[in-house]
């Protein structure tokens, strides 16, 4: 089932470059990011898997979630599997008040998102049911793949990474530079394919230095590592936890 969001920004790929990933358990989530500068605000994409969340395993349930990775300032998004086949994402920062809303309510005349503050009741995709509230909830596009999967779009989560080739003695290195936020610790892995099996790859923190760390810790500054490039082609991914 597809929700669809205004103002749809495209993913981007790369052949012979960078790819970013972000995961936080229990979500696997892939973006992002073309080796060169990117305007900030792209699109980023979680893979939900339905298994790590019993709630919404079946149909009615409903929770909030919080983005890993993000600023604390970034609000939860609400994820509903209304129906066996329809799973919908919402913004859960009530459009009347700003206030925060609870996770979806199933009752067949009842159910819906509520907000304490004042009642506004939306349904699961973020439609009004009942005001104050005159507008819908911010709804992110989710493709349900019928079984385990739930892919949402979340437009200004994907964040910006860009990758140098940069000269070192004895051949080269990749200088990878992503934002970090505080609180959370990135890895960095490396795929020969994009079919490929993943590694973690180590790194070091200047161009000639010594490539055994395997942790950024995050600082809310942008980081940069620098990589070997095995067998000179590939790519490499960002990973937060």
């Not at 339905?50 to 939860?76: D, E, I, K, R």
């Not at 439609?127 to 596009?141: D, E, F, I």
């Not at 994907?158 to 140098?164: A, F, Q, S």
Request: net charge neutral.
């Amino acid at each position: 089932m597809q929700h669809t969001i205004s103002r749809r920004r495209s993913l981007k790929t790369i052949a012979l470059g960078v790819a970013a990933a972000l995961v936080g358990a229990p979500w696997r989530v892939k973006f992002v990011a073309e080796a060169q500068a990117q305007s900030a605000g792209e699109t980023g994409v979680f893979i939900l898997k339905l298994a790590a969340f019993p709630v919404l395993q079946n149909a009615g349930g409903s929770l909030l979630l919080q983005v890993p990775g993000m600023p604390p300032s970034f609000p939860q998004i609400v994820v509903t599997r209304k129906t066996a086949t329809e799973v919908y994402a919402v913004d859960s920062i009530c459009t009347h008040a700003s206030c925060v809303v609870n996770a979806y309510f199933n009752h067949p005349t009842l159910g819906g998102i509520i907000c304490n503050c004042h009642g506004s009741r939306y349904d699961a995709d973020g439609r009004v049911l009942n005001g104050p509230a005159t507008l819908p909830l911010t709804a992110y596009q989710t493709t349900f793949n019928g079984t385990d999967t739930v892919r949402i779009e979340i437009p200004g989560l994907g964040y910006r990474v860009t990758g140098v080739l940069t000269p070192v003695t004895g051949g080269n290195r990749y200088a990878l530079s992503f934002p970090t936020v505080d609180g959370s610790q990135y890895e960095i892995r490396h795929r020969a394919s994009l079919t490929g099996a993943e590694s973690t790859a180590s790194f070091a923190t200047t161009p000639e230095g010594a490539a055994t760390n395997t942790v950024v810790f995050g600082d809310n500054q942008e980081q940069t590592v620098y990589v070997d490039l095995p067998g000179g082609v590939g790519f490499f991914s960002v990973v937060c936890y």
